[in-house]
């Protein structure tokens, strides 16, 4: 089983950028696929980016597809989510989550995740 703590979340304006961290303890960090969801007000939660095991895959939500960067750092045991040209649409509390297994590929459907961080805000104004 692994543990997920995010951090890095905060209030900023349009146009700054931010960098999400999840620092994952409690099992080889680098046997989980990683994936990034976010959950604004009054919405369900929605995919955002997502990682391989080693990071040579990647997959994005169109919303987000060439501001947003998926990283991680297997000696650090932690997933990275660097965000840029934020927009006040980008405001949501942004989870990360891990996939058991070496896997090679990515996943959209939080259904695929089995541990979740506890999430981390963002705010976006205008």
């Known amino acids: 089983q692994v543990q997920l703590v995010e951090s890095g979340g905060g209030l900023v304006q349009a146009g700054d950028s931010l960098r999400l961290s999840c620092v994952a303890s409690?099992?080889?960090?680098?046997?989980?696929?990683m994936g990034w969801f976010r959950q604004a007000p009054g919405k369900e939660r929605e995919f955002v980016a997502a990682s391989n095991w080693i990071g040579a895959n990647t997959d994005y939500a169109n919303s987000v597809k060439g501001r947003f960067t998926i990283s991680r750092d297997n000696v650090k045991n932690t997933l990275y989510l660097q965000m840029n040209s934020l927009k006040p649409e980008d405001t949501a509390v942004y989870y990360c989550?891990?996939?058991?297994?070496?896997?090679?590929?990515?996943?959209?459907?939080?259904?695929?995740?089995?541990?979740w961080g506890q999430g981390t805000q963002v705010t976006v104004s205008s």
């Open positions: 989550a891990a996939r058991s297994g070496y896997i090679s590929g990515t996943s959209k459907s939080e259904r695929d995740y089995a541990y």
């Open positions: 409690g099992r080889t960090f680098n046997a989980y696929a």
